[in-house]
């Protein structure tokens, strides 16, 4: 796509090993252990007087003070909270057992696919615990040398490297730092050959690509600063600016996005390889898009419209002269390729080039090629195409997982991909694009044996009668008595695929016996637009609906019990969560909502969480949609008086994606209500984000602590 978006999955990863206790006195000593670490003091979380009014509703909201993550008070909380976390956490028997085993399980090399540029061979590499990935390169049969190490951008390795863009012949290269984990960036452009920064750094960007024309300059994308606080303030109008190498940022021209006609939030620039298309994509929401053109080989050109509303998603993926090959679901919920004269390029003049099947496709290029990537129940199926639309063949891919890669530019004779699974290690392959021949380029250096496990998908039935795939992963041989350790992770929007990958934190958890499930629930994109769509607005009860079948199945076949079940799930996956526990808290032992989008009434006001709205609605659009949204907003649907599972919400005190005064106010709720002896924790990390760059350092640290909370909640008492 043009605007590239992350969104941002989590990895899922536990640990367990262990038997359930098998006499009295065991049981009897791992309650007493329990009740002496469950007796958590928690923090006092005052609250205010806040009444907000919908539709003649009133609806309190008691910990709005909570919001202002400026004021010395919040801060004091997050502390305290902390406090009381890691004083829980410290008792955890095992828990440095956990972070042990984590470190040796990630102390492998790690390296990348290889891509050229101006000349070189480029390579991301990782030693083993590195806390940044290093970029190496090389020439010929010269050994690879260092090229760009982020890991000395700061001395605790929070400061990350989250974007690379080389200039046309490759002597340039433009990439962005993010501190802390923050969104927003600044863009240093080197010499590549020198390594010298050539000048002063671009401040301020936001939710940006790099696009390149020729050495000369770049685009890119970014909103005004906003006034009061940087990482939750909202940003509604994106800009696409132009920067001439060598001058000042200050001088940077807005090319789109500066007028009320040209308002969106999200709008991102791209160049066609031969440099003479501008495209720019714009869109209000996460999901569909405007698309234009402007000829850059004519002067004082103007931009053309292709798609001129939001309905349909569409990019520009290659162009031959004037002739464009689009990638679009409009009138296409599964996406097709069409292909259109640059001079007349509305939808009524699209022709058929790859035509629409029963299966989502997601298309890549390289050696001159097309590359269809099919989701067949979330699995990959590879078909290359040449340019006449005609196909060359099927990719005899090495099992049945995800296979990502297969780009390059169009002179290439050989690509590069990638193939795992939720029990195999990455393995990249080389690909001849004339023969089809693929070879083993480089495997995976960790020490994990896939042929011991099991990775089964199953379908079963949610509540409405739709049926829902999920892959579960296991060690072969496992008893299904309802005894195994499991975690079943979800998302469930945003159009987001979950396609089988490995993990060394996963590995951990399959290592140790746990069941490992992943449900390809309604809100993704599994099965394309439709899918999609059925878990939006005021369809999103049947994300919910899907993720509680898919636990009741587990229990239901024996692979696990309430007691042995957790949930986890990161940002739109943290509302699962959340929504989850607040309408079934019998139904698992254990919840992990992580930078979860928890406050569903007021996530629209905070940075860009407006564009939210094409799968959430929002609470002031309608009576209808506000009644829906707060009947299953996790913070307002908190009751006092019932027993919630063991709750350790994660969120990052840098966090502005999904603001932590989410995670704030759920746990505060959740503290202030809670009845029984589970514990309700908020571990807060400090310097952190949503996620993307996190140090490995982190990772280990919150995993170890994440995952030793969920098997001491579920009864574990050694590893």
């Known amino acids: 796509m043009l605007?590239?978006?992350?969104?941002?999955?989590?990895?899922?990863?536990?640990?367990?090993?262990?038997?359930?206790?098998?006499?009295?006195?065991?049981q009897k000593e791992v309650k007493s252990s329990m009740n002496q670490v469950n007796s958590v003091v928690y923090p006092e979380t005052k609250k205010g007087d806040v009444v907000d009014t919908y539709f003649g509703e009133n609806v309190a909201d008691p910990y709005r003070w909570l919001e202002d993550d400026m004021s010395a008070e919040t801060a004091d909380w997050v502390k305290a909270q902390n406090t009381a976390t890691f004083s829980y956490l410290?008792?955890?028997?095992?828990?440095?057992?956990?972070?042990?085993?984590?470190?040796?399980?990630?102390?492998?090399?790690?390296?990348?696919?290889?891509?050229?540029?101006?000349?070189?061979?480029?390579?991301?590499?990782?030693?083993?615990?590195?806390?940044?990935?290093?970029?190496?390169?090389?020439?010929?049969?010269?050994?690879p040398e260092v090229f760009l190490d982020p890991n000395k951008f700061s001395d605790d390795g929070t400061t990350s490297m989250s974007g690379l863009s080389f200039s046309k012949d490759g002597s340039l290269l433009a990439y962005q730092v993010s501190e802390g984990g923050s969104d927003w960036r600044e863009i240093i452009v080197i010499d590549t050959h020198t390594k010298e920064q050539v000048e002063q750094a671009l401040v301020d960007v936001k939710f940006s690509g790099i696009d390149w024309l020729g050495n000369e300059g770049f685009y890119y994308?970014?909103?005004?600063?906003?006034?009061?606080?940087?990482?939750?303030?909202?940003?509604?109008?994106?800009?696409?600016?132009?920067?001439?190498?060598?001058t000042s940022q200050d001088d940077d021209r807005v090319v789109f996005g500066d007028s009320e006609a040209q308002k969106h939030r999200y709008v991102g620039a791209d160049v066609t390889d031969d440099g003479k298309y501008l495209l720019i994509s714009a869109s209000v929401s996460t999901s569909g898009n405007k698309l234009f053109i402007k000829d850059l080989s004519k002067e004082n050109s103007d931009f053309v419209t292709v798609v001129g509303n939001s309905d349909s998603d569409t990019s520009v993926i290659d162009n031959d002269g004037d002739t464009l090959y689009l990638v679009t679901n409009l009138n296409a919920p599964n996406k097709k390729v069409v292909t259109v004269n640059a001079n007349d390029p509305a939808p009524e003049n699209w022709v058929d080039f790859i035509p629409e099947t029963d299966n989502v496709l997601n298309l890549s290029k390289g050696g001159d090629t097309f590359f269809a990537n099919y989701m067949v129940d979330a699995i990959s199926h590879v078909k290359q195409y040449n340019k006449q639309g005609e196909l060359i063949r099927e990719i005899n891919l090495p099992g049945v997982g995800s296979a990502r890669g297969f780009r390059g530019k169009k002179d290439q004779s050989t690509l590069y991909y990638s193939f795992t699974n939720y029990k195999t290690p990455g393995t990249t392959f080389s690909f001849d694009v004339s023969s089809g021949e693929s070879k083993v380029y480089r495997e995976s250096a960790i020490?994990?044996?896939?042929?011991?496990?099991?990775?089964?998908?199953?379908?079963?039935?949610?509540?409405?009668?739709?049926k829902v795939p999920m892959i579960i992963t296991y060690k072969t041989g496992i008893k299904l008595d309802g005894s195994n350790p499991t975690i079943l992770y979800g998302y469930g929007g945003f159009?987001?695929?979950?396609?089988?990958?490995?993990?060394?934190?996963?590995?951990?958890?399959?290592e140790q016996g746990g069941v490992y499930a992943v449900a390809n629930i309604r809100g993704g994109g599994e099965y394309g637009k439709d899918w999609h769509n059925a878990g939006t607005k005021m369809q999103k009860q049947n994300v919910f609906d899907d993720f509680i079948a898919a636990a009741e199945y587990l229990k239901d076949k024996k692979y696990t019990s309430k007691k042995r079940l957790a949930l986890r799930g990161g940002s739109n996956g943290g509302l699962l969560v959340g929504a989850v526990m607040t309408q079934r808290p019998d139904l698992f032992q254990v919840a992990l909502p992580a930078v979860g989008v928890l406050d569903m009434l007021r996530y629209h006001t905070f940075t860009a969480g407006a564009g939210w709205a094409y799968d959430y609605g929002t609470s002031e659009q309608s009576k209808e949609m506000f009644e829906y949204i707060k009947a299953y907003s996790p913070l307002h649907n908190v009751k006092a008086g019932v027993e919630y599972p063991a709750t350790m919400v994660t969120t990052g005190d840098h966090d502005d994606r999904v603001v932590p005064s989410h995670s704030f106010?759920?746990?505060?709720?959740?503290?202030?209500?809670?009845?029984?002896?589970?514990?309700?924790?908020?571990?807060?990390?400090?310097?952190?984000?949503?996620?993307?760059?996190?140090?490995?350092?982190?990772?280990?640290?919150?995993?170890?602590?994440?995952?030793?909370?969920t098997l001491y909640n579920m009864g574990v008492k050694e590893l």
């Open 495 to 510: 159009n987001a695929s979950l396609t089988p990958s490995f993990s060394p934190v996963n590995a951990l958890w399959l």
């Open 221 to 246: 994308s970014s909103y005004d600063k906003p006034k009061g606080s940087e990482l939750s303030a909202k940003t509604d109008q994106h800009k696409v600016y132009y920067h001439a190498l060598g």
């Open 3 to 26: 605007l590239k978006r992350t969104l941002a999955c989590a990895v899922l990863l536990a640990l367990s090993g262990c038997s359930e206790p098998t006499n009295t006195s065991d």
């Open 90 to 143: 410290e008792q955890i028997p095992y828990r440095n057992k956990l972070k042990e085993r984590l470190e040796k399980l990630m102390n492998y090399e790690k390296i990348g696919a290889p891509f050229e540029e101006g000349g070189y061979t480029y390579f991301y590499k990782n030693d083993g615990l590195q806390n940044q990935y290093v970029l190496y390169r090389s020439k010929g049969d010269e050994a």
């Open 447 to 466: 020490d994990f044996n896939s042929n011991d496990y099991t990775s089964e998908q199953v379908f079963y039935t949610s509540k409405d009668g739709t």
């Open 665 to 709: 106010k759920f746990a505060a709720e959740l503290q202030a209500k809670q009845a029984g002896n589970n514990p309700t924790l908020i571990r807060i990390e400090t310097n952190a984000g949503h996620g993307a760059g996190t140090p490995t350092s982190k990772v280990i640290d919150l995993y170890a602590d994440m995952f030793g909370f």
